[in-house]
């Protein structure tokens, strides 16, 4: 049958409510439900005894009895119709009720208490008696028809012990015993007397009112934090209630600390809100620490995880890297762990990622490239991605790229030929390009690569003396230099008559016989850099005639001439 919504009408003075009240709209009208405290007041309606509303309420007609005694009722055959009578919440049945699967990442097995293996999907729903084990990379949070939810990290046992919804009130009875692991609860405020919410461990139990805490237990000890309201621990019939911010530990022995202040929450400053490689980055510090606990959620409480990462600190500080995440809008959540174990209070950040598609691997070219007599045609290189429909490749005089040299936006190779770039500095980059619902998708850039255009390598000179043969060019500190010399009918330097490698920008060697050579000098740079050979020079060696002293008898052109 439906029935009207309750009304609370507050404590009353008696049980048994005069029909005079009802003219005041103090009683339910007949046929008619309100709620005073935990119990429920109802409007006697047309040809109702006590045993058909105790069947109807009750779910047994023998609890009239009990009826008649908690209303002062000697006869229930001539109860008029209008009076009121209250259903104590003890005759009131519970229905089960269901947690349902909100979130969920990982590996999650869940068993219910038949041993039927449910499965693992958003929108299943677990019942009493259900068992919950998250896997190394589990993540599964529920929720309760009141709206309370529970969070199980990777590596966690759960039992829901209990799970009862009582008929009419609406009142809640949950009971979860974790055996390994963590669990983080939000828990809806209640608004029905005597409702219950408890998370037990072998040690304690917590129960609370509506609030958000965390229970661990794990190396043989349970761990309590409040972040909200107020949690009474038990162990071993003690009871500790502990404010928001603070927390405390059960031993093996059972025996509770004190309770003590969560550390503060930890500093995220140097943490980007807007990420584009993996893995995220989040750095922590907090002096006191020992560890932090960071986890991502995809909602505002911080109840819908999708990844966690504990990190050691080192002298208060530490670098959390989280792989394998989607591109998205998250919420960094991260705490400070202290000596003890207890975590502290959680610093909030929003996050953005945006890593796909991934930034190409650029391949070339180096560094630098030296440079020809004209401006220099440079090829670029980079590693292909799958999937991806294009790339966009920028280059530009600064590291900002705001002076652009080029720009092709959507190239659908992975090379690209400039036609000449000029002596100086550049700097490129490349990033990948998808097809989103028809649309193009731009993923990060890739890291800027600097590029050194160097000037054009400067041929020998040559000149003669009594010595021999002496060529020189322009040099630098630090370089290293290739001198190659071939004769005629060896344009190509396939087998130079000379190969000399020295890190002086000159050469010696004896004349050889008169004709026609070539020459031309590669440059080495201090970092290992080979430029390209210069163009090479052609000169010519004369024929020498020789004077009475044994010197040489030159003509006006000298003994060797570029040609």
Same mark, same amino acid.
């Given at each position: 049958?439906?029935?009207? &919504?309750?009304?609370?009408?507050?404590?009353?003075?008696?049980?048994?409510?005069?029909?005079?009240?009802?003219?005041?709209?103090?009683?339910? !009208?007949?046929? %008619?439900?309100? &709620?005073?405290?935990?119990?429920?007041?109802?409007?006697?309606?047309?040809?109702? /005894?006590?045993?058909?509303?105790?069947?109807?309420?009750?779910?047994?007609?023998?609890?009239?009895? !009990?009826?008649?005694?908690?209303?002062?009722?000697?006869?229930?055959?001539?109860?008029?119709?209008?009076?009121?009578?209250?259903?104590?919440?003890?005759?009131?049945?519970?229905?089960?009720?269901?947690?349902?699967?909100?979130?969920?990442?990982?590996?999650?097995?869940?068993?219910?208490?038949?041993?039927?293996?449910?499965?693992?999907?958003?929108?299943?729903?677990?019942? %009493?008696?259900?068992?919950?084990?998250?896997?190394?990379?589990?993540?599964?949070?529920?929720?309760?028809?009141?709206? $309370?939810?529970?969070?199980?990290?990777?590596? *966690?046992?759960?039992?829901?012990?209990?799970?009862?919804?009582?008929?009419?009130?609406?009142?809640?009875?949950?009971?979860?015993?974790?055996?390994?692991?963590?669990? /983080?609860?939000?828990?809806?405020?209640?608004?029905?007397?005597?409702?219950?919410?408890?998370?037990?461990?072998?040690?304690?139990?917590?129960?609370?009112?509506?609030?958000?805490?965390?229970?661990?237990?794990?190396?043989?000890?349970?761990?309590? +934090?409040?972040?909200?309201?107020?949690?009474?621990?038990?162990?071993?019939?003690? %009871?500790?209630?502990?404010?928001?911010? #603070?927390?405390?530990? $059960?031993?093996?022995?059972?025996?509770?600390?004190?309770?003590?202040?969560?550390?503060?929450?930890?500093?995220?400053?140097?943490?980007?809100?807007?990420?584009?490689?993996?893995?995220?980055?989040?750095?922590?510090?907090?002096?006191?620490?020992?560890?932090?606990?960071?986890?991502? !959620? $995809?909602?505002? *409480?911080?109840?819908?995880?999708?990844? =966690?990462?504990?990190?050691?600190?080192?002298?208060?500080?530490?670098?959390?890297?989280?792989?394998?995440?989607?591109?998205?809008?998250? @919420?960094?959540?991260?705490?400070?762990?202290?000596?003890?174990?207890?975590?502290?209070? =959680? *610093?909030?950040?929003?996050?953005?990622?945006?890593?796909?598609?991934?930034?190409?691997?650029?391949?070339?070219?180096?560094?630098?490239?030296?440079?020809?007599?004209?401006?220099?045609?440079?090829?670029?290189?980079?590693? +292909?991605?799958?999937?991806?429909?294009?790339?966009?490749?920028?280059?530009?005089?600064?590291?900002?790229? /705001?002076?652009?040299?080029?720009?092709?936006?959507?190239?659908?190779?992975?090379?690209?030929?400039?036609?000449?770039?000029?002596?100086?500095? #550049?700097?490129?980059?490349?990033?990948?390009? /998808?097809?989103?619902?028809?649309?193009?998708?731009?993923?990060?850039?890739?890291?800027?690569?600097? @590029?050194?255009?160097?000037?054009?390598?400067?041929?020998?000179?040559?000149?003669?003396? +009594?010595?021999?043969? &002496?060529?020189?060019?322009?040099?630098? !500190?630090?370089?290293?230099?290739?001198? +190659?010399?071939?004769?005629?009918?060896?344009?190509?330097?396939? &087998?130079?008559?000379?190969?000399?490698?020295?890190?002086?920008?000159?050469?010696?060697?004896?004349?050889?016989?008169?004709?026609?050579?070539?020459?031309?000098?590669?440059?080495?740079?201090?970092?290992? #850099?080979?430029?390209?050979?210069?163009?090479?020079?052609?000169?010519?060696? =004369?024929?020498?005639?020789?004077?009475? *002293?044994?010197?040489?008898?030159?003509?006006?052109?000298?003994?060797?001439?570029?040609?």
């Amino acid at each position: 049958m439906q029935f009207h &919504r309750f009304v609370d009408i507050g404590a009353a003075g008696v049980l048994l409510l005069a029909a005079s009240q009802l003219q005041a709209g103090n009683l339910p !009208a007949p046929g %008619e439900l309100t &709620r005073k405290n935990s119990d429920i007041v109802y409007g006697i309606a047309q040809e109702e /005894t006590l045993s058909s509303i105790a069947r109807r309420f009750t779910g047994a007609a023998s609890n009239w009895r !009990a009826l008649a005694k908690a209303n002062g009722i000697a006869n229930d055959r001539t109860i008029p119709v209008g009076n009121a009578i209250v259903i104590p919440a003890r005759l009131l049945p519970d229905q089960n009720a269901f947690a349902t699967v909100v979130a969920l990442r990982g590996a999650v097995n869940i068993v219910d208490k038949a041993g039927e293996v449910i499965d693992s999907r958003i929108g299943a729903q677990a019942g %009493e008696g259900a068992v919950v084990v998250t896997g190394t990379d589990g993540f599964v949070t529920f929720q309760l028809k009141d709206g $309370t939810s529970f969070a199980l990290p990777p590596a *966690s046992n759960l039992q829901l012990t209990l799970l009862k919804v009582q008929d009419f009130t609406h009142r809640p009875r949950t009971e979860l015993t974790l055996r390994q692991g963590r669990i /983080t609860s939000e828990v809806t405020p209640f608004t029905v007397p005597r409702s219950q919410y408890q998370v037990q461990t072998p040690l304690a139990i917590a129960g609370v009112r509506g609030t958000r805490f965390r229970v661990r237990f794990d190396d043989g000890a349970s761990y309590s +934090e409040v972040l909200k309201g107020v949690v009474a621990v038990q162990a071993e019939r003690r %009871e500790q209630r502990l404010p928001a911010d #603070y927390g405390s530990v $059960t031993g093996a022995d059972h025996r509770q600390s004190v309770p003590l202040a969560l550390l503060a929450p930890p500093s995220l400053t140097g943490t980007a809100t807007t990420q584009e490689r993996l893995p995220l980055r989040v750095q922590l510090a907090l002096p006191a620490a020992r560890a932090f606990r960071v986890t991502l !959620a $995809t909602d505002a *409480s911080g109840m819908r995880r999708v990844a =966690e990462l504990t990190v050691a600190a080192v002298d208060g500080q530490a670098l959390a890297r989280l792989p394998d995440l989607e591109d998205g809008d998250y @919420l960094i959540r991260a705490s400070a762990i202290d000596a003890l174990g207890l975590e502290g209070r =959680e *610093s909030v950040l929003p996050l953005h990622l945006k890593a796909r598609p991934f930034a190409p691997l650029l391949l070339g070219p180096g560094p630098k490239v030296r440079g020809t007599d004209q401006s220099t045609p440079v090829g670029f290189e980079w590693a +292909e991605v799958a999937q991806v429909a294009s790339y966009h490749l920028q280059l530009a005089r600064d590291a900002a790229f /705001t002076q652009l040299v080029d720009e092709q936006p959507a190239l659908r190779t992975h090379r690209y030929q400039h036609p000449g770039l000029a002596d100086g500095h #550049y700097y490129w980059r490349v990033a990948s390009i /998808t097809e989103h619902n028809g649309q193009p998708d731009q993923g990060p850039w890739s890291d800027a690569t600097a @590029l050194e255009i160097l000037a054009p390598q400067q041929g020998p000179s040559a000149s003669q003396d +009594e010595q021999g043969m &002496r060529f020189a060019w322009r040099g630098e !500190a630090g370089q290293h230099y290739v001198f +190659e010399s071939s004769n005629a009918n060896d344009p190509g330097f396939a &087998r130079p008559q000379q190969h000399i490698e020295t890190d002086q920008a000159h050469v010696s060697f004896a004349t050889p016989a008169p004709g026609t050579y070539f020459a031309r000098v590669q440059t080495i740079e201090a970092d290992g #850099y080979r430029g390209a050979f210069s163009t090479p020079q052609k000169y010519v060696v =004369e024929r020498r005639w020789g004077t009475g *002293s044994g010197g040489s008898l030159n003509s006006s052109q000298g003994p060797v001439r570029a040609d």
